[in-house]
T-cell receptor
Framework: DTGVSQDPRHKITKRGQNVTFRCDPISEHNRLYWYRQTLGQGPEFLTYFQNEAQLEKSRLLSDRFSAERPKGSFSTLEIQRTEQGDSAMYLC??????????FGPGTRLTVT | DAKTTQPPSMDCAEGRAANLPCNHSTISGNEYVYWYRQIHSQGPQYIIHGLKNNETNEMASLIITEDRKSSTLILPHATLRDTAVYYCIVRDSTNTGTASKLTFGTGTRLQVTL
């Protein structure tokens, strides 16, 4: 257990539905990352927060994806109008300056 | 960030040293070599990193060649719990203005057997 928690751990949804995932980072970590991992591939960067500011977004983050970190603590990642191609593991990581990234256990999304 | 090349899979007998190679021939002077691993159904876990000197911690040793074009991660006494995918990542750590995001490849799947 790294201290980064994610909820839920598994989510099954039907195509077209909206889903929201939550990440709780290690409490003193002001930097938070979201990654997506599909089967057989390494994680791919989606977005980065420093405190509550979203400072970088990947081109993978389409208009249907939105991430927030309203008070600089927990973060949410929402996917609207899910598609089968959104099926993946969504990973959250956090760090503070001078440390490495600590990853949570991930949320596995299955879109049917 | 420079690209890395790793073998897709390796086997190692329990108790023996596991030596995982990584090529990063386009690495630049301010880029570090990082190693993470991912045990099945878990998030990636940081192992070790280095710039040009060899590094050792409680988990592993990292040997970087003098020209820095390749490196080897060594798990000195592999156990079944070391079975995982190991990722070698090259990252520029000097620019604190960027996200310092990690760019993962497909890694090496290490299978430790009895």
């Amino acid at each position: 257990d790294t201290g980064v928690s994610q909820d839920p751990r598994h989510k099954i949804t039907k195509r077209g539905q909206n889903v929201t995932f939550r990440c709780d980072p290690i409490s003193e970590h002001n930097r938070l990352y979201w990654y997506r991992q599909t089967l057989g591939q390494g994680p791919e960067f989606l977005t980065y927060f420093q405190n509550e500011a979203q400072l970088e977004k990947s081109r993978l983050l389409s208009d249907r994806f939105s991430a927030e970190r309203p008070k600089g603590s927990f973060s949410t990642l929402e996917i609207q109008r899910t598609e089968q191609g959104d099926s993946a593991m969504y990973l959250c990581a956090s760090r503070r300056q001078g440390t490495e990234q600590y990853f949570g256990p991930g949320t596995r999304l299955t879109v049917t | 960030d420079a690209k890395t090349t790793q073998p897709p899979s390796m086997d190692c007998a329990e108790g023996r040293a596991a030596n995982l190679p990584c090529n990063h021939s386009t690495i630049s002077g301010n880029e570090y070599v990082y190693w993470y691993r991912q045990i099945h159904s878990q998030g990636p876990q940081y192992i070790i990193h280095g710039l040009k000197n060899n590094e050792t911690n409680e988990m592993a040793s990292l040997i970087i060649t003098e020209d820095r074009k390749s490196s080897t991660l060594i798990l000195p006494h592999a156990t079944l719990r070391d079975t995982a995918v190991y990722y070698c990542i090259v990252r520029d750590s000097t620019n604190t203005g960027t996200a310092s995001k990690l760019t993962f490849g497909t890694g090496t799947r290490l299978q430790v057997t009895l």
